[in-house]
């Protein structure tokens, strides 16, 4: 088993950053991909960013050039820069070990105008 504790989130106002990280723990022989996904009240989890093993990035549209996903060991980091209230989520944390998929709880991101 894999567990992964996201750390980072809070209430900010527009144009404020936060960073989020999420360290993965347990039974692990080779992380694939670790990234973070959003959910906002009402709409469908999206992709926010994500980072694979050999250090290639992808990001949504909506926050390219404002956010900076990266990793190290077993945890994955995500600089949100210039945030906007529409980037207020839940933001999860995911990571594919070993061809399987984890999640994290989330951890509640607020942007106030």
């Known amino acids: 088993q894999v567990q992964l504790v996201e750390s980072g989130g809070g209430l900010v106002q527009a144009g404020g950053s936060l960073r989020l990280s999420c360290a993965a723990s347990g039974s692990i022989f080779r992380i694939y991909t670790m990234g973070w996904y959003r959910q906002a009240p009402g709409k469908q989890r999206e992709l926010v960013a994500v980072?694979?093993?050999?250090?290639n990035t992808n990001y949504a549209d909506s926050v390219k050039g404002r956010f900076t996903i990266s990793s190290a060991k077993n945890t994955v980091y995500l600089q949100m820069n210039s945030l906007k209230p529409e980037d207020t989520a839940v933001y999860y944390c995911?990571?594919?070990?070993?061809?399987?998929?984890?999640w994290g709880q989330g951890t509640q991101v607020t942007v106030s105008s």
């Open positions: 995911n990571t594919n070990v070993d061809l399987h998929d984890y």
């Open positions: 980072i694979t093993r050999g250090g």
